[in-house]
């Protein structure tokens, strides 16, 4: 399994950034498939950001709700996480996560701390 970020990049305060994750050898139509993000900034504990089960259903951390949108293309195994109203704490790296996980219901940011597939990870700069 591979996964391959894209999408970082630098923007102001209430910019918008599109983060896309190519899934290689995952089963992303699997029952128990389970993809998210996860950031990281300086200084701080990765954290989890959003989850999408295969058939949609999203998690988002408090901290992006209403902010964040998390959607697949599962016909291109393809993970994005749209960031509108960016603020500069959102900086960080971020990183695509996979999982296989039943019930999935335990799709969710805290159950995936432990995915088994990671990404490289893209940078996110916010400035205001």
């Known amino acids: 399994v591979q996964l391959v970020e894209s999408g970082g990049g630098s923007v102001h305060a209430g910019g918008s950034l599109r983060l896309s994750c190519a899934a290689a050898?995952?089963?992303?139509?699997?029952?128990?498939?389970?993809m998210g993000w996860f950031r990281h900034a300086p200084g701080k504990e990765r954290v989890g950001v959003a989850t999408i089960t295969r058939t949609g259903i999203t998690t988002d951390a408090d901290s992006v709700k209403g902010r964040f949108t998390t959607s697949q293309d599962n016909a291109k195994n393809t993970l994005f996480l749209q960031m509108d109203s960016l603020k500069p704490e959102d900086t960080a790296v971020y990183f695509c996560?996979?999982?296989?996980?039943?019930?999935?219901?335990?799709?969710?940011?805290?159950?995936?701390?432990?995915?088994?597939?990671w990404g490289q990870g893209t940078q996110v700069t916010v400035s205001s």
């Open positions: 996560a996979a999982s296989y996980v039943l019930p999935s219901s335990w799709c969710r940011p805290a159950s995936m701390e432990n995915a088994k597939y």
């Open positions: 050898g995952f089963a992303v139509n699997s029952a128990s498939a389970c």
